[in-house]
């Protein structure tokens, strides 16, 4: 079982505004787990959206092939922008609380075209906690990609994340967060559908294979032009200045 790092992180969590601790608490949990969530990618990995050589339909937005992550913000990333790739499992806490600490700096560079952000989505924790709620949520986000609205629905999603890991997420949360992105009228339907019939599984199963093969062995993991730089991430101002070192 992984252990729950959530105790130790909230004890380091300011009232208000992100904190460096923050993100050495969680560079430290992913030391503690690495191990364990490297074992059980590699237990996991197996053989309008377009579809896969296999035939298995891939949701709008992923780039790098079969597997790959989705390009979160196309209409913005300007040709001459860093890769910025983000590792996270829905129901992992320390990726809640790297949203919380640099999520909003992400989007911002995002939003102006500073980064191409492509966010991989996870399910390795159904596993460890002995549910789907990984699995659901992350073929959730790929509908809510298919609906133009991946970041939004990405950012609802976090936003709530159960206290107690492990307690998952219900099919009203995450029908809320699709709401909660813009997702309304005939789009919701599509999305429901898509969401009910488990569309993208063997997308959300493809993410895992492609991860393990990238070396990701823990979540979160962030890197920027494929160096993983998740240790240098203190503050909001410390990946801003990555990022304007990456840029040409």
């Known amino acids: 079982m992984r252990p729950d790092a959530s105790k130790k992180i909230a004890k380091a969590t300011p009232k208000s505004g992100p904190n460096p601790i923050i993100i050495g608490a969680i560079i430290a949990g992913l030391v503690v787990v690495a191990v364990v969530v490297a074992i059980v990618i590699g237990n996991s990995s197996k053989s309008g959206s377009s579809s896969s050589a296999s035939g298995n339909p891939v ?148 993410v895992e294979t492609a991860s393990g093969k990238a070396g990701v062995t823990g979540t979160p993991t962030v890197k920027l032009n494929g160096t993983d730089i998740s240790k240098n991430l203190t503050t909001p101002a410390s990946l801003v200045a990555a990022v304007k070192g990456a840029t040409p």
């Not at 990333?77 to 809640?96: H, I, M, N, R, W």
């Not at 909003?104 to 560079?109: E, G, V, Y």
């Open 59 to 206: 949701p709008v937005g992923v780039v790098g092939g079969t597997g790959g992550g989705i390009l979160a913000n196309p209409a913005t990333v300007k040709s001459s922008a860093p890769t910025l790739d983000v590792y996270e499992d829905f129901q992992c806490p320390l990726c809640g609380e790297l949203e919380k600490a640099l999520g909003p700096q992400i989007k911002t560079l995002a939003d102006a075209g500073q980064i191409k952000l492509v966010v991989h989505m996870m399910s390795f924790l159904d596993g460890n906690l002995s549910n789907d709620s990984s699995t659901r949520s992350a073929n959730a986000a790929a509908c809510a990609a298919d609906a133009g609205k991946f970041l939004a629905f990405h950012a609802a999603v976090f936003a709530v994340q159960p206290a107690k890991e492990g307690a998952g997420y219900t099919d009203a949360q995450l029908t809320a967060a699709a709401q909660t992105a813009g997702i309304t009228g005939p789009a919701l339907v599509t999305w429901q559908k898509c969401v009910t019939t488990a569309q993208h599984a063997q997308y959300v199963t493809d």
